[in-house]
């Protein structure tokens, strides 16, 4: 029975991605087998603390995090939590060996989003090491299966994507973060006078992460290497629509990919990997 305890909450983690994340679940459906699993529990964690900081606005969200906080250490240490998403997320904690600094780090971010509309420079890089970092060194630890010197020399590779990623989500979400949460997360920008200058230089500084970003990923484990790819040229395309977009239009809607560009993107990039070509 304990076997089935497991799979059901695993299966709540991966139900959780799929509802939440289109993107991420196909890029996660294009990893080995192996891999699938452990990164859907972590998405599922990440996924629901992000939820408290951004959803529960008639609930006090700094007890909802520090209980959390507490149930998610509780079910570390114990290797065992009713709570169907602990329980997923602490199995590939301790099998894989991440670190608890980087849960910590990755904690404090979301408490940082309960005090903070405005980051300047040293928040913002903290913000984002917490926040989207220190996820894909999660995912690298899964995908390094215990190789301590393939992890070492990735790290920064993985930083600099999970940076990228953050900062495309920081532009495109740039309307709900000021309209919902009265927040903007790029530092000495005024939203009501965003302009062109000011997004390019941003645009700049993401593709930058992403070019170095890539220099890693065509180190990944073959296993792993497409999905991290797939992801990798969903949010490129959807940095390139963002830089073809005024940035008037930026503050007043969202933009995506559409489901027909995404069937391209994923062809295209198979065609790449068939023929080793990323």
Avoid at 50 to 69: P, Y
Wanted: glycine share 4%; charged share 30%.
């Amino acid at each position: 029975m304990l076997n089935l305890y497991q799979e059901v909450c695993r299966s709540c983690s991966k139900l959780i991605t799929q509802r939440y994340s289109t993107s991420f679940t196909l890029g996660i459906r294009m990893f080995q087998k192996k891999y699938q699993e452990p990164i859907y529990n972590l998405y599922g964690f990440v996924r629901f603390a992000d939820e408290i900081v951004d959803t529960f606005h008639d609930q006090d969200k700094a007890l909802l995090l520090e209980e959390f906080k507490k149930d998610t250490w509780l079910a570390i240490d114990r290797k065992l939590s009713l709570n169907p998403v602990l329980q997923s997320f602490q199995e590939v904690v301790n099998q894989y060996g991440i670190e608890k600094e980087l849960i910590e780090a990755f904690l404090k971010s979301m408490e940082m989003d309960l005090h903070h509309q405005d980051y300047q420079q040293d928040l913002y890089e903290e913000y984002i090491y917490g926040s989207a970092e220190v996820v894909g060194l999660m995912c690298l630890r899964v995908f390094c299966e215990g190789d301590d010197e393939m992890y070492q020399a990735l790290k920064k590779p993985a930083c600099k994507l999970g940076s990228a990623f953050q900062k495309v989500n920081f532009l495109r979400d740039m309307k709900s973060d000021f309209d919902i949460r009265e927040r903007v997360y790029f530092p000495g920008i005024d939203f009501l006078s965003f302009n062109e200058a000011q997004k390019k230089a941003i645009e700049a500084d993401i593709k930058a992460d992403f070019d170095e970003a890539y220099e890693g990923i065509k180190r990944l484990p073959k296993g792993a290497r497409f999905g991290v790819y797939l992801a990798y040229i969903y949010y490129l395309k959807l940095l390139n629509k963002i830089a073809r977009t005024p940035a008037s239009e930026i503050t007043k809607r969202r933009l995506r990919v559409h489901d027909s560009r995404k069937a391209y993107l994923l062809l295209s990039s198979a065609v790449r990997h068939q023929f080793n070509l990323i």
